[in-house]
């Protein structure tokens, strides 16, 4: 059974730092992309970072210039690096990736969701 299992989430005052980690485990043949999504309280899930196999990138246009997604494929993890945090950045953060089980079988996976607070 594949899971995605984030951690890194807290309190954190405005201007504030927070990394963001989701490893990948299970039958993992291999992993195209991999990206974080949040779900404020009220809203929509949306999508925050991207990262693909070949290391490209996409950012919304909010975090564009504070967040830094990366990831290390020996360790099937995906990082985000959350600078300059504001009030508005808080909300349960996922993990996604699109994870091949075998040659021919792919499926998008979530992680259960990691909550970040950003305080005034």
């Known amino acids: 059974q594949v899971q995605l299992v984030e951690s890194g989430g807290g309190l954190v005052q405005a201007g504030g730092s927070l990394r963001l980690s989701c490893v990948a485990s299970g039958p993992i043949f291999s992993i195209s992309a991999m990206g974080w999504y949040r779900q404020a309280p009220g809203k929509q899930r949306e999508l925050v970072a991207t990262?693909?196999?070949?290391?490209?990138?996409n950012y919304a246009d909010s975090v564009k210039g504070r967040f830094t997604i990366s990831r290390d494929n020996a360790k099937d993890t995906v990082y985000l690096q959350m600078n300059s945090l504001k009030p508005e950045d808080t909300a349960v953060y996922y993990c996604?990736?699109?994870?091949?089980?075998?040659?021919?079988?792919?499926?998008?996976?979530w992680g259960q969701g990691t909550q970040v607070t950003v305080s005034s």
């Open positions: 996604n990736a699109e994870i091949r089980t075998s040659l021919f079988r792919s499926s998008g996976y």
């Open positions: 990262i693909f196999n070949g290391g490209g990138t």
